[in-house]
């Protein structure tokens, strides 16, 4: 079992940034794939990117330049700095891991982009 709490959302203006942090219950640099996904009301879950256990990190295209999602592992939390924010990135922000053929998610955590 892997809890997974995300932290960090809140209401910032366009053009500004968050930093998303998702604390997980066991050691993360045993976790082969953590990933963060988005999911905005009336709208299916979606990709935000992943970063494997290499520290290989990939992401959805209209994230690309403006995310980055980085690896704490002293502290075993992911972290996801976004940048440049706009309206269409209002959404729940959700992290997951995949661990030992299994999926965990966390609960989300709401960011939401004035304009």
């Known amino acids: 079992q892997v809890q997974l709490v995300e932290s960090g959302g809140g209401l910032v203006q366009t053009g500004g940034s968050l930093r998303l942090s998702c604390a997980a219950s066991?050691?993360?640099?045993?976790?082969?794939?953590m990933a963060w996904y988005r999911q905005a009301p009336g709208n299916q879950r979606e990709l935000v990117g992943t970063?494997?256990?290499?520290?290989?990190?990939n992401y959805a295209e209209s994230m690309k330049g403006r995310f980055i999602i980085s690896r704490d592992t002293d502290k075993n939390t992911l972290h996801l700095q976004m940048d440049s924010l706009k309206p269409e990135d209002t959404a729940a922000y959700f992290c997951?891991?995949?661990?030992?053929?299994?999926?965990?998610w966390g609960q989300g955590t709401q960011v939401t982009v004035s304009s």
């Open positions: 066991i050691n993360i640099s045993s976790i082969n794939i």
């Open positions: 997951s891991a995949l661990y030992r053929g299994s999926t965990y």
């Open positions: 970063i494997t256990s290499h520290e290989t990190s």
